[in-house]
């Protein structure tokens, strides 16, 4: 029998906070970044459901037109990972050149829910004078809170004939 795990354990990834895609700088690229006034040790995931310091965003300001944010690159700091895999098999010998292997596989054995995230943008759009209160909400619920999650349990079942 041959067992063969597999643990990965991580510290949180940086992530960006960008502008959605606007181009404020007028450099015809599309990854701008707000100026922000606090420090960045501050800009960390939330689980859902975690409330956020309403002090926390009055810290950002959209560049003005022609203007670069000072927002570093990578300055939010994501969760960590713990993913646990298992490998199990065993060889059969059935004769002097044929040998049977079955194998099952365990990604996620523990199941174990491991948030992540994708691209992480501040739309400045919502706190627009037209915003409505429910999209200035929506918006104020989802900062900061992890959008991804990486993958559930699987198991695979798989059989290997050598000859």
């Not at 993913?83 to 010998?93: A, G, Y």
Request: hydrophobic share 40%.
């Amino acid at each position: 029998m041959r067992f063969s795990p597999v643990l990965r354990v991580a510290s949180g990834a940086p992530f960006n906070l960008g502008l959605g895609g606007a181009d404020r700088n007028l450099d015809d690229v599309g990854n701008d970044r707000p100026i922000f006034t606090g420090d960045t040790k501050v800009l960390k995931w939330r689980k859902p459901g975690e409330p956020v310091d309403a002090s926390l965003l009055k810290q950002f300001v959209l560049p003005t037109i022609g203007q670069a944010g000072n927002l570093p690159r990578n300055a939010g700091s994501g969760p960590g990972i713990f993913i646990f895999d298992l490998n199990v098999s065993r060889e059969f010998k059935i004769t002097d050149k044929i040998n049977l292997r079955p194998v099952i596989e365990f990604d996620n054995v523990l199941n174990k829910t491991v948030f992540s995230f994708g691209s992480e943008f501040i739309d400045f759009s919502a706190f627009g004078p037209t915003s409505s209160a429910a999209t200035k909400q929506a918006f104020i619920d989802s900062f900061l809170v992890a959008t991804r999650t990486m993958r559930p349990r699987q198991i695979r079942l798989g059989v290997r004939l050598d000859f």
